[in-house]
């Protein structure tokens, strides 16, 4: 069975008290909600962000998607607006956990372009580098590659003890 919705959300270590450190986690979960969209072989008609103070108080918001997708660079530009109001309705309380949910799925199959430049392409080399980048991270786990700006300022992300090799 197709599933209705496909989301992800996580809770954050410490307050997220800037717009980036909010993207930054916004990013992470639109990369596993993207993957698993193509998993099923299913695109987003829309996207759900929902968020979470400090102060545990929640807040979500809609919007559909012009063109369905299940890249992860759309799903979290499209939630940007969403984020944007939503922390303005918290009046910037910092935000402690973040949701996103793909909504309105269809099958890719059943997808029929309405414009030429939906299959530009650009958004062909798109969909084949997402598709490349599930299969690494199929073969070699989830942390196999990863976006450059999900690193910390250090530039690496490791513990100690995940350093490959030990590396100094």
């Not at 990013?27 to 099923?40: F, G, N, S």
């Not at 919007?63 to 660079?73: F, H, K, L, M």
């Not at 499209?78 to 799925?105: F, N």
């Amino acid at each position: 069975k197709k599933p209705e919705s496909i989301g992800n959300g996580s809770t954050s270590e410490k307050d997220l008290t800037t717009r980036d450190e909010c993207i930054k986690l916004l990013t992470a979960m639109a990369e596993r909600v993207a993957t698993r969209l193509r998993k099923h072989g299913m695109l987003a008609g829309g996207v759900h962000l929902f968020i979470k103070s400090n102060a545990l108080t929640t807040r979500g918001k809609q919007r559909r998607i012009p063109v369905p997708t299940a890249s992860a660079t759309d799903l979290k530009n499209e939630a940007l607006p969403l984020l944007d109001e939503l922390w303005k309705q918290g009046s910037s309380l910092p935000v402690r956990a973040i949701t996103i949910t793909a909504i309105y799925l269809i099958d890719s199959g059943d997808y029929v372009p309405t414009s030429l430049f939906e299959n530009d392409e650009n958004a062909q080399k798109h969909t084949r580098l997402e598709k490349s980048i599930d299969k690494i991270r199929d073969k070699y786990g989830s942390d196999s590659i990863r976006r450059g700006n999900l690193l910390s300022d250090g530039g690496d992300d490791f513990d100690e003890d995940s350093k490959p090799f030990k590396r100094q």
